[in-house]
C-alpha cells in the first residue's frame, strides 16, 4: 500500500520560510516523479514544484522560481520543499503526489497523493 506523508507545515509570517517533508513508503519509486501541488481556498488545485526521483530533473511553476526549492533523499525515500520568502498568497494546503510520469508536469499521471498540510502565511 502506498503511502505519502507530509509534514512540516503551520503558520508563518510573510517573508519567512517553511521546510516541507513528504515521506513516500509501499512501491519502488524510481521511474516516478513527485510533486508537490497546493490548493488555495475556492481554487484549483495547482502543480508548483516536481522532481523525477532517478535523474533529479526539476520543474517549477513560474510564481515559485527563486523562492522554492524541491529536494530528495533517495535512501530516506523523502522529498522536501523548502519555501523561502513566502508571500500570503502562498497560503494554501500543500500536498505531496507521485506517479509514473513522463512529462513531469503532466499532472494527470500523478496517482498517489498524501493528505495535506496547512501553510498559513500571515501578512
Known amino acids: 500500500q502506498v503511502q505519502l506523508v507530509e509534514s512540516g507545515g503551520g503558520l508563518v509570517q510573510a517573508g519567512g520560510s517553511l521546510r516541507l517533508s513528504c515521506a513516500a513508503s509501499?512501491?519502488?519509486?524510481?521511474?516516478?516523479?513527485m510533486g508537490w501541488f497546493r490548493q488555495a481556498p475556492g481554487k484549483e488545485r495547482e502543480l508548483v514544484t516536481a522532481i523525477t526521483w532517478n535523474s533529479g530533473s526539476t520543474y517549477y511553476a513560474n510564481s515559485m522560481k527563486g523562492r522554492f526549492t524541491i529536494s530528495r533523499d533517495n535512501a530516506k525515500n523523502t522529498v522536501f520543499l523548502q519555501m523561502n520568502s513566502l508571500k500570503p498568497e502562498d497560503t494554501a494546503v500543500y500536498y505531496c503526489a507521485a506517479g509514473p510520469v513522463v512529462t513531469i508536469d503532466d499532472i494527470s499521471k500523478y496517482i498517489y497523493w498524501g493528505q495535506g498540510t496547512q501553510v498559513t502565511v500571515s501578512s
Open positions: 509501499g512501491r519502488t519509486f524510481s521511474n516516478y516523479a
